[in-house]
């Protein structure tokens, strides 16, 4: 049984379709990376799943469930905010967003934890985070306890909400960029703790980073202009990508550890979407045939959408 079943997820702001009927399935304790340029549609998948696209904005689809949970899409507010942070954690791309500016970190935490039953006390609540906060290398983490969120830099407001997404061990992590305000001292120690290696998490993990997908995922979700063009195993597809755009993206990587993800051409434009392949007109491979879109087909765990995809083995 999956944790989570997306099944043709659409993400519309007004005229503009973000995501185009995008579906996967997460299974359980499997860490997943989701990759792709700046506005391919990351951050709106990441944000259907934790029901905050909200109108004038659209998420549709035929099911996004979470097991046991039920639609994530259509859940009462209240129900939904009790499976964020006990079911699913979420570290949005920008942090602040998620915090209160004026109270105080740790008021915010206790009030976390008294909403989900998690506490006994104030004092209680502050012996469960403050050691997490250590944890993340928060300096001083005593004092950002007790300080406003909204003095905090981009860094250590990433760290604070990456505490509440892990706090209470959800099954499932969504987490956007999570490690970009950070510095890469820090970074693997956060991933650490994100990931939680040994334990039955499941992470739907977004990075620029391809080597820290190689390193924390077992999966990997290709997107491009708002559809995924490749995943699969991360020993498969990274070793041998089938997706021209994956060949690409891979390629743009110079080194391991450098968090590069710039190609050459034109990023599409998503308002500008025509009936074949939106990689064609960067794509070195491009014959007629790609006027018209290719589906995503599957051999195995491998999938891609491509009309000269290299033999899948
Ligand atoms: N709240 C919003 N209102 C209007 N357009 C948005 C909004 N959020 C994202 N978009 C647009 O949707 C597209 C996908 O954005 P996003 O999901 O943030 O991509 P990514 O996370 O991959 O960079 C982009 O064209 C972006 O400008
Ligand atoms: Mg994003």
Same mark, same amino acid.
């Given at each position: 049984?999956?944790?989570?079943?997306?099944?043709?997820?659409?993400? +519309?702001?007004? %005229?503009?379709?973000?995501?185009?009927? /995008?579906?996967?399935? #997460? @299974?359980?304790?499997?860490?997943? &990376?989701?990759?792709?340029?700046?506005?391919?549609?990351?951050?709106?998948?990441?944000?259907?799943?934790?029901?905050?696209?909200?109108?004038?904005?659209?998420?549709?689809?035929?099911?996004?469930?979470?097991?046991?949970?039920?639609?994530?899409?259509?859940?009462?507010?209240?129900?939904?905010?009790?499976?964020?942070?006990?079911?699913?954690?979420?570290?949005?791309?920008?942090?602040?967003?998620?915090?209160?500016?004026?109270?105080?970190?740790?008021?915010?935490?206790?009030?976390?934890?008294?909403?989900?039953?998690? +506490?006994?006390? %104030?004092?209680?609540?502050?012996?469960? /985070?403050?050691?997490? #906060? @250590?944890?993340?290398?928060?300096? &001083?983490?005593?004092?950002?306890?007790?300080?406003?969120?909204?003095?905090?830099?981009?860094?250590?407001?990433?760290?604070?909400?990456?505490?509440?997404?892990?706090?209470?061990?959800?099954?499932?992590?969504?987490?956007?960029?999570?490690?970009?305000?950070?510095?890469?001292?820090?970074?693997?120690?956060?991933?650490?703790?994100?990931?939680?290696?040994?334990?039955?998490?499941?992470?739907?993990?977004?990075?620029?980073?391809?080597?820290?997908?190689?390193?924390?995922?077992?999966?990997?979700?290709?997107?491009?202009?708002?559809?995924?063009?490749?995943?699969?195993?991360?020993?498969?597809?990274?070793?041998?990508?089938?997706?021209?755009?994956?060949?690409?993206?891979?390629?743009?990587?110079?080194?391991?550890?450098?968090?590069?993800?710039?190609?050459?051409?034109?990023?599409?434009?998503?308002?500008?979407?025509?009936?074949?392949?939106?990689?064609?007109?960067?794509?070195?491979?491009?014959?007629?045939?790609?006027?018209?879109?290719?589906?995503?087909?599957?051999?195995?765990?491998?999938?891609?959408?491509?009309?000269?995809?290299?033999?899948?083995?």
């Amino acid at each position: 049984m999956s944790l989570l079943n997306v099944r043709d997820l659409t993400v +519309t702001y007004g %005229r503009l379709t973000a995501v185009h009927e /995008v579906s996967f399935t #997460l @299974e359980p304790g499997r860490r997943y &990376g989701l990759v792709g340029e700046t506005g391919c549609g990351k951050s709106s998948v990441s944000r259907s799943l934790l029901g905050l696209v909200r109108p004038p904005n659209r998420a549709t689809a035929q099911a996004v469930t979470l097991d046991g949970c039920g639609d994530l899409l259509h859940m009462p507010a209240r129900r939904l905010r009790a499976v964020r942070g006990a079911d699913i954690g979420y570290v949005a791309q920008n942090p602040f967003g998620a915090l209160h500016p004026v109270l105080t970190v740790g008021e915010q935490f206790h009030r976390f934890l008294a909403a989900h039953a998690a +506490t006994r006390s %104030r004092a209680d609540s502050r012996s469960q /985070v403050v050691p997490l #906060l @250590e944890k993340l290398g928060v300096p &001083g983490a005593e004092r950002v306890y007790d300080g406003h969120a909204g003095t905090l830099s981009g860094g250590m407001a990433q760290r604070v909400v990456i505490a509440f997404a892990t706090l209470l061990s959800p099954r499932l992590v969504v987490a956007d960029e999570p490690t970009t305000a950070l510095d890469v001292t820090v970074q693997r120690q956060v991933l650490d703790i994100i990931a939680a290696p040994g334990h039955d998490r499941t992470l739907l993990l977004t990075t620029h980073d391809l080597s820290v997908v190689a390193q924390y995922c077992d999966e990997v979700l290709v997107m491009y202009a708002g559809r995924i063009v490749e995943s699969g195993p991360v020993a498969r597809v990274f070793v041998d990508p089938a997706h021209p755009y994956t060949t690409a993206l891979l390629g743009s990587v110079p080194r391991p550890g450098l968090p590069l993800m710039s190609l050459p051409g034109r990023p599409p434009n998503l308002a500008e979407h025509g009936d074949g392949c939106d990689f064609a007109p960067r794509c070195a491979h491009g014959t007629d045939i790609c006027a018209v879109r290719p589906a995503l087909q599957a051999d195995g765990g491998h999938a891609v959408a491509c009309h000269h995809r290299k033999a899948l083995v």
